[in-house]
């Protein structure tokens, strides 16, 4: 695709702040339709689902963000003059075309889409069949504005696509793809990676621990582990495991507390061999598998760890290299612990719910990256390009 200066682009932005707008009811009209034709025993998925004033308030203030942001592409990264007189300048470029896959959340079709399309990539959008109603009423808007700034609608297009044509897509594209973004659970991811023909920025998976250290203070942790659970259960940012020091002082008291709290919030509790001997009217935990699961649902892991390093390597072999917490008074272990643990985002004394671009600065974000290339957390509009190099001479030739 050309590039478009950032005037126009932003153009298309104040239009679909208007047309979302305007379009306010029909939006929510769509979003009712999806939700009577869905199961609603899946609460994390609902929850994903359900469009409301306050979610279409989210899209506008995302897009607004987007807006106010400077453009990210055609930035210079570095300036290079040569003894030989060769000038290299490296610059930010658009990826290109994006594939966007993502299950249940219509609200990606704005939030990611406006990322993308201001980093000047063309983006596909593969929503899950249960948004099908609102995401088609979304991409409307986003054709209206495109139109109306005179721009082709091929550069935001929803693909309405069954499970075996999505796979031959991945396989065989009738286009060139240069990124897919897959924003959903392990098996979603899986099957992206699986079948894909070109790269795939991981992303969106949790399955997030929080570590408390014996010297942790109490009420901090309660606040935090009770928050970052309870928050919203359907957030790639919730808790999932707990691992408590078993030096703690009055170990078995807190133990219970926590417990005590955690069912008056309705959460299910899973414990270790250990922990059951505390709080023996909770599930054990039967199959090793579950330490690589994330719940999405009001369902923790409580385990007893014997330090530090035992926590680290915990983690380290089981989480999703998402988010990570600490509860500890002591800086030192804390730098310990955020150094050698190997995840997106790592914390001390807070919780993990803040793992989102808003929460740290970034703005409006198409998702967590869990990969290391090309770039891992938040991903926003400055981490949406890639770079390239223009090399400037006068007949050099090498020799």
Not at 188 to 213: D, M, P, Q, T
Not at 316 to 324: K, L
Request: net charge negative; with cysteine.
């Amino acid at each position: 695709m050309k590039l478009l200066s950032s005037k126009i682009k932003n153009n298309v932005l104040e239009s679909m702040l208007r047309i979302i707008e305007n379009d306010r009811e029909q939006i929510l009209e769509a979003n009712k339709q999806d939700i009577e034709a869905f199961n609603k025993e899946d609460q994390a998925l609902l929850d994903r689902l359900i469009v409301n004033n306050a979610k279409i308030n989210g899209m506008i203030k995302a897009i607004t963000e987007v807006k106010e942001q400077e453009d990210p592409v055609g930035k210079d990264i570095s300036n290079l003059t040569l003894d030989s007189g060769l000038v290299i300048t490296n610059k930010t470029a658009p990826f290109g075309t994006i594939l966007i896959i993502y299950e249940s959340r219509p609200d990606v079709t704005i939030e990611a889409a406006v990322l993308a399309f201001k980093a000047n990539n063309k983006i596909l959008l593969k929503g899950g069949k249960e948004a099908l109603q609102t995401n088609i009423i979304l991409e409307k808007c986003w054709h209206k504005a495109l139109e109306e700034n005179n721009i082709s609608k091929d550069w935001i297009n929803l693909l309405h696509l069954q499970r075996e044509e999505t796979q031959e897509f991945l396989r065989n594209p009738p286009e060139k793809l240069d990124l897919i973004v897959p924003r959903g659970g392990e098996r979603l991811i899986k099957f992206v990676k699986e079948h894909a023909s070109c790269a795939v920025l991981i992303s969106g998976r949790g399955n997030n621990f929080l570590y408390v250290a014996e010297d942790a203070d109490w009420t901090k942790t309660m606040r935090v582990i009770v928050n970052a659970k309870t928050d919203k259960i359907s957030g790639c940012n919730a808790l999932d495991k707990v691992l408590i020091n078993k030096n703690i002082s009055n170990y078995e008291v807190k133990i219970k507390e926590l417990e005590q709290v955690l069912k008056q919030l309705n959460v299910s509790i899973v414990t270790d061999k250990n922990t059951s001997n505390l709080i023996p009217e909770n599930d054990k935990i039967e199959n090793t598998a579950i330490w690589e699961e994330e719940f999405l649902a009001l369902k923790i892991l409580i385990a007893e760890v014997d330090d530090l390093e035992s926590a680290i390597n915990k983690i380290n072999n089981y989480s999703g290299g998402h988010s990570a917490a600490i509860l500890t008074e002591d800086s030192e272990k804390a730098k310990t612990f955020m150094e050698q643990v190997d995840s997106a985002a790592v914390y001390h004394n807070a919780s993990t719910r803040f793992t989102d671009g808003g929460q740290m600065g970034v703005g409006a974000e198409l998702a967590i990256s869990t990969d290391k290339l090309h770039h891992r957390g938040p991903l926003g509009l400055k981490q949406l390009v890639t770079n390239k190099y223009y090399v400037f001479g006068d007949g050099h030739i090498r020799e």
